[in-house]
């Protein structure tokens, strides 16, 4: 396999724009995408053309508008090129301008959180010309897959990829003010580039395939714990799994045909956990790049006997999947703001940008914990190997001693230097060590030029987070730009709202465990927040504040907040109803009938040996008999209470009440009912256990 050759093979991307393109075109396109101005509907169809002409050499029969809608995956709707026969039965292909800017999807099956009211089922999705086009190979054939933004007939943004684009306007919008203080005026365009690291499991298909929770969940719902885990610390960068080694071969052959850029392939720390990078992008390529990543791992998967496991925490005690969201502002002619340099503490424009985001991310630390809202990631946050539910920036020793010496005298003299890496052997190379160590326990860590948010739970998208992120950095980024831009000693100003914002909003800064107990305490003392559920983070987004905010610089309306506020509580009752009621009939159709069949064996196993022998000692037995039946009936008891709570949960109106009901009177049940059977498994001969175990699953790919 030649890299280089099958890189971007299946891009419609710029090299293949200007070759296929006529000059004219090909520059009014540029200036689409570059500058955002209008395409005429002239260029639309000379461009459309090209693409059909050129997906329908490599083989493609059908195009789709590849969109986001609400509930976190995508969506795509198949047409062929074809047009009505000629008289001849000639067939000609056919593909306007038309077709490529402008879809209508019968949106009503789509969530909308109220919305659009399903009588006005009409929904728009809109080519969005900075994301590339490509092709999609899969069962049906190869598809030219068209990126789009999702939006009813109102306008209203359907999807989540339509306030990222706004977002990005934003703060390209207010990045350039703060660049034009230091007296850039070549700079034309900010952009966030964002890479987003992905972990997921692979486990075996047929294992797979015989546990209900799997198949309907995404994750084990009961499980006892393997002899061996990950206490070991074996697995992370440890050799890949045969299969699993394959497996990644073939996702990356088919990402980079894509143009995506998998670059680093690893074990995670969990057994059977792994983990793909890409290299970073501008932030709406990267969150549809995140999207097809998590689509070709499945797709790959599937076709390779194995499944992948995109859930938060598809094992209960084992560490769980999240996504690591890398973060900067980079300029249309190279510079990255948050690039410190060797020496931060004379970079005057790096230390305002970073003041900028301590403020942005204490004022909002709110929304986002919000942006890693989901029903699987509350098992993940704050469970010992997961960042806390508490958000918090680490910047390490050098810039932590920058901040201290800004907010007591104003001014930053130094900036600690790293020193030579000794390794006490002289055929070892020498090289001078980052200034900083890391920090893997921060939700929010400086990592050398860029911010790398680690909240973010696996199935995300990364959408939200960056939406958010832009915005709140945009707000800081106004503020202190205007005032700046009306003081008469600019630089003085500057210095000022340095200081202040550094020292206003230093409680946000920890370079500690943040796993540890003590943080919890300390955070707390510090007034930060621990939003531990999904159902209390989901009223975040409709705080007047967030409102305020989002309103301000037209990113979502009230409207589009009060929607997906709504939808997340739907899933949020909806997951739980669907897990809740999968236990119920595992533990009534298989692990019950399967331990009772169990007792029976020992117990007639108990009354030959009593046949044989009259006085046997068949106390070990009688023990076994004993243990299994209490158990058993503590199942048995917390079966009925589950059936009970998710009766009662179920009979709340829909939306936050009963997202709270799930969440307050069915979640703890189940955690209840799991107790007595995962004791069960560790009783029970492994023969007679209706499913395989995670040792099974884990431990033998
Ligand atoms: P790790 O965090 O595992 O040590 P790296 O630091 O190499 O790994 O990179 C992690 C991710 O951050 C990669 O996707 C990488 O492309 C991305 N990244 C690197 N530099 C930047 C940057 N300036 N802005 C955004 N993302 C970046
Ligand atoms: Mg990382």
Aim: proline share 4%; with cysteine.
């Amino acid at each position: 396999m030649n890299v280089s050759e099958i890189f971007g093979q299946n891009v419609f991307n710029d090299a293949v724009m200007r070759e296929r393109l006529p000059k004219k075109v090909y520059e009014a396109v540029r200036r689409t995408i570059d500058e955002g101005a209008e395409m005429t509907r002239d260029t639309a169809d000379v461009v459309a053309h090209a693409m059909m002409e050129w997906a329908v050499e490599r083989g493609a029969t059908h195009y789709t508008h590849w969109f986001q809608p609400l509930n976190g995956i995508t969506a795509e709707k198949h047409d062929a090129f074809i047009s009505s026969p000629r008289a001849d039965g000639k067939m000609i292909l056919e593909f306007s301008g038309k077709e490529l800017i402008k879809g209508e999807p019968d949106a009503s099956s789509f969530p909308t959180g109220g919305l659009r009211a399903t009588f006005e089922a009409r929904g728009y999705t809109v080519w969005d010309s900075t994301s590339p086009a490509f092709l999609q190979e899969s069962a049906n054939g190869m598809t030219l897959c068209i990126p789009t933004a999702f939006c009813s007939f109102t306008g209203d943004a359907l999807d989540a990829k339509t306030p990222l684009l706004r977002s990005m306007e934003v703060i390209n919008e207010q990045s350039l003010r703060i660049l034009r203080l230091f007296g850039n005026t070549t700079s034309k365009k900010v952009t966030p580039s964002v890479g987003a690291e992905q972990e997921y499991f692979i486990v075996d298909r047929k294992k797979y395939n015989e546990r209900k929770d799997l198949i309907y969940t995404g994750r084990t719902l009961f499980g006892a714990m393997p002899p061996k885990g990950q206490e070991m610390d074996d697995h992370y960068f440890g050799s890949i799994p045969a299969r699993v080694g394959a497996f990644m071969k073939k996702v990356d052959e088919e990402l980079w045909k894509m143009g995506v850029t998998s670059k680093t392939e690893h074990n995670e720390a969990a057994p059977a956990q792994h983990e793909l990078a890409p290299i970073y992008e501008p932030c709406n390529i990267a969150v549809d790049h995140n999207q097809l990543i998590m689509e070709t791992m499945k797709r790959v998967a599937s076709d390779q006997g194995l499944v992948c496991l995109l859930h938060e925490k598809p094992f209960a005690g084992v560490n769980g999947s999240g996504k690591h969201n890398n973060w900067s502002l980079t300029t249309d002619d190279g510079i990255n703001l948050l690039n410190p340099g060797k020496t931060p503490h004379a970079n005057i424009q790096f230390l305002l940008v970073l003041s900028c985001i301590i403020k942005a991310v204490d004022e909002h630390a709110d929304l986002m914990r919000f942006s890693a809202a989901n029903v699987g990631n509350e098992h993940r946050l704050g469970a010992n190997e997961a960042p806390p539910a508490i958000v918090s920036i680490f910047l390490g020793q050098q810039l932590t001693d920058v901040v201290s010496q800004m907010v007591s005298s104003g001014v930053a003299t130094s900036s600690i230097q790293g020193e030579k890496l000794k390794t006490g052997s002289h055929s070892l190379s020498v090289f001078t060590k980052d200034a900083t160590d890391r920090n893997r326990t921060s939700p929010f860590a400086f990592t050398g030029n860029k911010f790398e948010f680690r909240m973010v739970g696996s199935s995300d998208s990364v959408a939200t987070i960056n939406t958010v992120l832009n915005t709140i950095v945009a707000e800081a980024f106004e503020e202190a730009a205007e005032e700046i831009e009306n003081a008469e000693n600019k630089n003085l100003a500057i210095h000022n709202v340095i200081k202040k914002n550094l020292t206003e909003h230093q409680r946000i800064i920890f370079n500690g465990n943040g796993y540890s107990q003590e943080w919890v305490e300390e955070a707390e003392k510090r007034g930060l927040l621990n939003i531990r559920s999904t159902v209390d983070a989901i009223p975040v987004l409709l705080s007047d504040k967030s409102r305020a905010l989002f309103k301000k610089y037209r990113v979502y309306t009230d409207a589009e907040m009060e929607s997906r506020a709504e939808i997340m509580y739907e899933t949020y009752a909806k997951t739980i109803n669907i897990e809740a009621r999968t236990m119920i009939d595992m533990a009534s159709k298989h692990i019950i009938p399967a331990v009772m069949g169990y007792i029976a064996d020992v117990a007639s196993g108990m009354g030959h040996v009593l046949n044989v022998i009259e006085d046997a000692d068949v106390s070990v037995q009688k023990e076994i008999v004993l243990e299994c039946s209490d158990l058993l009936s503590d199942t048995k008891h917390f079966l009925a209470k589950l059936q009970a709570a998710v009766a009662e949960a179920s009979a709340k109106p829909e939306g936050e009440e009963a997202a709270r009901a799930f969440h307050d009177l069915v979640v703890p049940v189940m955690a209840e009912l799991r107790r007595p059977v995962d004791e069960l498994e560790m009783l029970v001969d492994k023969e007679a256990w209706p499913m395989p175990s995670y040792g099974d699953l884990m431990f033998d790919v």
